[in-house]
């Protein structure tokens, strides 16, 4: 049962915020003093044992002073403490409505009590401070609870309990396993592990199952559930403690996983954090149900209410977004740039950009090429399918060794990620429907039945004019903006210069749609002369056919047909989305990347960042001394002595000692770091999205849980199992025997009454 702030004008509860909550003291004479200073005039009827036993104030109605942190999470009171922080006028706004939490009226009597209270109370608290101090810390260990005996013997086995859970999520063992089946139970791998240790010779695990009955489960789904919950929300508040100390950060979402048939989207957070590391962390499933409206609005709870960030300090977003998913990311993209513009809305580090500007295509020619791109992936991930393919290379180019050695080297692993991706597939796609021939016949019986149909259903669309035709002209298309891909996921100084050359990327793509004509003959002659070489027939799709009779309008010829309705639409889209993509406000944040000195260095340090920064003047801790600051930056590099090398990164630059006197120069750094364009400079960052996908490649989707999930990919993050323990005896307090004592104590009262 959770636990409600008492306080009036809270809402707080214990299953919403990671926030202490504290029962009023036993001491009648403290416990007036709460009451009297919670304004609850229902509440002065209550005796201190009842307010102990079934009321409790929040951690954020106390002076931080009067916290004692033994943890990041577990806090104590002093034994002084008396809250003082108070909401008492909000309701005032509403008058209408009915409020559960009465509000006293003071009279003047009451108000001069309290000062003179609260003025004994500044004292003693100020005193209290002193005796710390002198103490060197000792108070700390004072005002650790005591545990009963009862208390300890619920714990320690809540703790081996943890031990494992966190075991099970680091080691990649599923809970379930994949033969078990749902009369199993939901925990047989689990149940095991408890069974291991107690054979092991954990004590407090056999006093809490001793009474179990054999073959019974020793917890039920929905304890395991809490138990995960406790350990994921414990995990995650370790991260976000540093998304807060940063401030800034950008939010990235990546591609659907479903669990239990209902779509999720992983959330991550890249952030710059106190040692000035870039950092981006894995830390939840958002779930995809309902409009774009109703997505936007559930991501910026999740990050507000829920997790206590703001989107006002949000400086980036990026959504790694496939298929039918593209066009309501883009929307809700759209709609979080509307509320917070400097949320700004770019492409994703990790994923090549035209890869990321083809996705973005919603039309169906193009999205087939892309999932079959992605199947394609998925199945030679294997060694048998990766030796079939080079067998068919190097069988179809065995009278041209060099090129098919070319080839060999440009299949090699993930390069249906790459920025030339379309080249590629057209050079190999008479091997690949070779290899996949060879797999479907599977004369050696090496492949099963489930990767001859796979390989059979790839076979059957690329051998359909349509996707010849929709490789072919994104190929040509997306040549414009190769270059300029390549350097956005480069160093800074290929980013910086990248921004620069945007105009001469949409010069040439206006530039092709000003002649369509021209470059759609030569476009689809190349597709005709591919075709012919498969012996693929050159034909309009049947679907448009049928509408086409149906409509009694008059034959469409196939070069006609595709312009409209592929090179047309593809070179729009493109077009629109690259101009969407760096938008002036865009290109002015990465054109502030001339404050790397590296970077300052090749424009001679006759740079202008100034000129860019209005947008984030209120990050700055002191805006109006800028130009000054930025005026010393440069001279400070433009005279450096001739054996200093200029940090040609932004991580390289804040990690330099003397840059915490340049505090403007110092934030501006951090912002830009965590836009999500710029590639993670530090290896060990790189990795949240790659071991996420790694862990489910690794897993049947059956056995997938989110929680586990997530505890696996963010296991280098500190695990406190006696945090665990205490946020679990917090959150559940009805699981504890003395909380149960409680409660049958109140429902002996209920029935006296």
């Known amino acids: 049962m959770p636990n409600f702030c008492a306080a009036p004008n809270c809402t707080r509860k214990s299953t919403q915020s990671d926030l202490a909550f504290f029962r009023f003291p036993r001491d009648p004479e403290r416990c007036r003093i709460w009451v009297e200073n919670c304004r609850r005039a229902d509440l002065e009827a209550k005796t201190s044992d009842q307010l102990n036993k079934h009321y409790r104030l929040c951690a954020k109605h106390f002076d931080p002073a009067m916290v004692c942190k033994t943890s990041p999470y577990r806090t104590v009171l002093k034994d002084t403490a008396i809250p003082t922080i108070f909401d008492l006028t909000s309701h005032l706004n509403n008058p209408h409505t009915r409020h559960r939490k009465q509000i006293k009226e003071l009279t003047e009597e009451d108000i001069r009590k309290i000062k003179e209270r609260r003025l004994a109370s500044s004292v003693e608290q100020l005193n209290s401070k002193k005796d710390a101090t002198a103490e060197d810390g000792t108070s700390t260990n004072e005002n650790e609870p005591q545990l009963s005996t009862e208390e300890k013997a619920f714990r320690e086995p809540?703790?081996?309990?943890?031990?494992?859970?966190?075991?099970?999520?680091?080691?990649?063992?599923?809970?379930?396993?994949?033969?078990?089946?749902?009369?199993?139970?939901?925990?047989?791998?689990?149940?095991?592990?408890?069974?291991?240790?107690?054979?092991?010779?954990?004590?407090?695990?056999?006093?809490?199952?001793?009474?179990?009955?054999?073959?019974?489960?020793?917890?039920?789904?929905?304890?395991?559930?809490?138990?995960?919950?406790?350990?994921?929300?414990?995990?995650?508040?370790?991260?976000?403690?540093?998304?807060?100390?940063?401030?800034?950060?950008?939010?990235?979402?990546?591609?659907?996983?479903?669990?239990?048939?209902?779509?999720?989207l992983p959330l991550f957070l890249r952030f710059v954090n106190q040692q000035n590391a870039l950092r981006e962390e894995f830390l939840d499933f958002v779930s995809f149900d309902g409009d774009e409206c109703a997505l936007a609005e559930r991501l910026e709870a999740q990050l507000t209410d829920r997790w206590g960030l703001s989107m006002e300090d949000c400086r980036?977003?990026?959504?790694?977004?496939?298929?039918?998913?593209?066009?309501?990311?883009?929307?809700?993209?759209?709609?979080?740039?509307?509320?917070?513009?400097?949320?700004?809305?770019?492409?994703?580090?990790?994923?090549?950009?035209?890869?990321?500007?083809?996705?973005?295509?919603?039309?169906?020619?193009?999205?087939?090429?892309?999932?079959?791109?992605?199947?394609?992936?998925?199945?030679?991930?294997?060694?048998?399918?990766?030796d079939e393919l080079r067998k068919a290379i190097s069988t179809h180019y065995q009278k041209n060794e060099d090129r098919g050695n070319v080839l060999l080297e440009a299949c090699g692993s993930g390069w249906t990620k790459q920025h030339n991706v379309f080249d590629v597939l057209l050079d190999i796609l008479p091997p690949l429907l070779l290899c996949m021939d060879n797999i479907w016949d599977n004369d050696e019986g090496k492949f099963s039945d489930a990767a001859r149909e796979v390989a059979n259903s790839i076979s059957e669309t690329l051998v359909e004019f349509e996707i010849i035709v929709t490789i072919v002209i994104l190929k040509n298309v997306l040549t414009f903006s190769r270059a300029f891909g390549r350097n956005l996921q480069g160093e800074t100084l290929d980013v910086f210069f990248a921004a620069n050359s945007l105009t001469a990327v949409l010069h040439s793509l206006n530039e092709v749609n000003d002649n369509i004509d021209v470059y759609h003959e030569f476009w689809y002659e190349e597709a005709m002369s591919v075709a012919n070489v498969m012996e693929i027939p050159v034909k309009i799709p049947r679907v448009f056919l049928r509408k086409q009779h149906a409509a009694n309008m008059g034959d469409v010829q196939p070069e006609s047909y595709f312009k409209e309705y592929v090179t047309v639409p593809v070179i729009n889209g493109i077009m629109q989305e690259v101009e969407e993509m760096f938008s002036e406000t865009n290109l002015k944040a990465l054109k502030c990347l001339s404050l790397v000195p590296a970077v300052m260095g090749q424009m001679k340090f006759n740079t202008t960042e100034e000129n860019y920064a209005d947008a984030y003047r209120n990050d700055l801790p002191n805006p109006d001394t800028l130009p000054a600051e930025l005026h010393c930056w440069r001279i400070k590099w433009k005279h450096r002595g001739k054996e200093v090398r200029l940090p040609t990164t932004i991580h390289e630059t804040l990690q330099l000692p003397d840059v915490k006197f340049f505090p403007n120069v110092n934030t501006f750094l951090k912002v830009l770091s965590t836009l999500p364009v710029l590639k993670l400079e530090d290896s060990k960052s790189d990795t949240s999205s790659k071991q996420l996908q790694a862990y489910l490649d690794s897993m049947p989707m059956k056995q997938w849980n989110k929680s586990l999930v997530i505890l696996n990919i963010n296991s280098h993050v500190k695990h406190d199992l006696d945090v665990m323990v205490d946020k679990y005896c917090r959150l559940y307090p009805e699981d504890d025997p003395e909380a149960e004592a409680e409660s049958e104590e109140v429902a002996e009262e209920d029935v006296m009454k």
């Open 158 to 264: 809540l703790r081996s309990l943890f031990e494992i859970l966190v075991m099970v999520a680091k080691q990649s063992i599923p809970l379930v396993t994949e033969q078990a089946s749902e009369s199993d139970g939901l925990s047989n791998n689990f149940q095991a592990l408890i069974d291991f240790r107690m054979n092991a010779g954990d004590e407090a695990l056999k006093k809490r199952f001793k009474t179990t009955a054999v073959n019974a489960e020793y917890l039920s789904a929905t304890q395991l559930s809490q138990l995960l919950d406790v350990c994921e929300n414990t995990v995650r508040e370790e991260m976000l403690m540093e998304v807060r100390e940063s401030r800034f950060f950008s939010l990235v979402t990546d591609d659907l996983v479903e669990f239990a048939r209902e779509k999720y």
């Open 316 to 386: 980036g977003q990026a959504h790694k977004a496939t298929g039918t998913s593209t066009t309501k990311m883009k929307a809700v993209a759209m709609l979080l740039m509307e509320k917070y513009p400097l949320a700004l809305h770019m492409p994703y580090s990790h994923m090549a950009l035209n890869i990321h500007l083809a996705n973005s295509l919603p039309f169906p020619s193009v999205q087939v090429v892309m999932e079959t791109l992605r199947r394609t992936d998925a199945f030679f991930r294997t060694q048998f399918t990766q």
